[in-house]
């Protein structure tokens, strides 16, 4: 008997008439229909949410490192000549020298950094001040080149001018915008022979930045180096140092080295300790949804099983005679995998398709869920960041379109089998 090449155009031929049935040959159409629907939903679900993930994943670090130290270095306690506790550094100009000369880092800036009460127009809210230098503050991404700004930061210590640079949620907090005084009040003031007084000192809002993360918005004012040491007594001292790094994933890789720069009493604090654990939340999230979503598509290819079965019992008479002129067991398993397989392949692409489509616009759509929703779709004081961020990987998209035609074609073979296994004696027993 002369064999046939696999998949050959004859098996594609009978396997595209099977998929076209019409509801009097057994309706087999609607399952395809079905399943194709079903498949091509699930992998849109999946590849939005591996955007949806990576998105907010990218943006939440982007947002720490382009407004936060990558390495924070402080002081541990020591006893000063007057016989006081301090962590004040001291030697901070020395210190960023040494610690500017390690192979990775970028630069190294002395802060002055305390919490203190601010109020304007009657209003009154919590912040946290950092003082810093006008060149060091220019460096900072989030800052410097903000998603939205006010004023100009060239006046931020600029030489008569008592300004600062606050937050948005910070400004609008208590109302204020550029080129408005606010007061800032810190308990811990002046030093006097009747004890320690409150000081209240009156800055110009110079700059108003918007990082794009809602609690440093809410929360941050930067306020000249020099201005800073004087208004928390820390005249010729700073109270940490910050540290910017080339890469800041590989930031456990400089640990000794800016320990050894830094010095005997040196602590170090790096981003990932400060937001570890929330990155780990999400990457558990993100296996969690992924296998979540997997078995959504497993359940949609699942469906292509039933068309199959249906399909394979509607066709018993036309396999008999397909067996009786000749076709063998492995054409007819490719006929009927050829079935399941296109529908995986066309639901697949389809899938994709929607998802890639749904992570390029997200913006638009999320903008069109917001207005209908009243505005409350999204809570930036809960989730930190102000949109719902989507970034489109190919890796995403692949393993999406792996398991999505994995699947289809796992679950296709068994039906295939069993129609390539049919008796043809027994299929055109009563015919």
């Known amino acids: 008997m002369a064999t046939t090449a696999p998949f050959s155009r004859f098996e594609w031929l009978i396997a595209w008439r099977y998929l076209r049935a019409k509801r009097a040959e057994g309706g087999v159409s609607v399952m395809t229909w079905i399943s194709l629907v079903g498949i091509t939903l699930a992998v849109f679900a999946l590849i939005a949410t591996l955007a949806v993930r990576s998105g907010f994943r990218a943006e939440f670090v982007d947002t720490i490192l382009g407004a936060n130290a990558h390495v924070t270095l402080y002081s541990a306690p020591y006893q000063t000549e007057a016989g006081t506790t301090s962590r004040a550094i001291t030697d901070y100009a020395a210190m960023a020298e040494r610690v500017a000369a390690v192979p990775g880092v970028t630069r190294a800036a002395p802060l002055v950094r305390g919490q203190v009460m601010a109020s304007s127009t009657g209003q009154t809210t919590g912040v946290e001040v950092f003082g810093i230098a006008a060149e060091d503050l220019a460096t900072i991404p989030r800052i410097a080149d903000p998603v939205e700004a006010e004023g100009d930061l060239s006046r931020f210590g600029a030489d008569g001018v008592a300004g600062i640079a606050v937050g948005s949620g910070v400004a609008r907090e208590l109302g204020v915008g550029v080129g408005d005084v606010i007061r800032l009040i810190s308990p811990d003031g002046a030093r006097t022979p009747f004890g320690t007084s409150p000081r209240v000192s009156n800055y110009e809002i110079v700059y108003i930045f918007t ?71 999400l990457d558990i999230e993100d296996n969690v949804m992924f296998v979540i979503l997997s078995v959504l598509v497993l359940i949609a290819s699942m469906n292509i099983v039933s068309g199959l079965i249906m399909l394979v019992k509607n066709k018993g008479r036309d396999i008999g005679i397909l067996r009786t002129i000749g076709l063998t067991e492995g054409s007819i398993l490719r006929v009927f995998f050829i079935c399941g397989s296109l529908t995986g392949v066309i639901g697949t692409v389809l899938g994709v398709i929607l998802g890639c489509i749904f992570a390029l616009f997200i913006d638009p759509i999320f903008s069109a869920v917001n207005y209908m929703s009243g505005g409350n779709a999204w809570d930036p004081s809960i989730r930190g960041i102000y949109a719902l961020p989507a970034k489109l990987q190919w890796g995403d998209v692949l393993s999406a379109v792996v398991l999505s035609l994995g699947l289809s074609f796992v679950v296709t073979i068994f039906p295939a089998r069993r129609a390539a296994r049919m008796n043809p004696v027994e299929a055109l027993r009563y015919e």
């Open 211 to 281: 990082a794009g993360r809602y609690d440093i918005d809410r929360t941050r004012v930067y306020m000249p180096f020099e201005e800073a040491q004087v208004y928390f007594n820390s005249e010729g001292a700073a109270t940490e140092l910050e540290v910017m790094t080339e890469n800041p994933e590989d930031v456990d890789a400089l640990t000794l080295p800016l320990l050894a720069a830094a010095g005997d009493r040196a602590i170090m604090w790096t981003w990932k300790d400060a937001s570890g654990s929330f990155l780990r939340a």
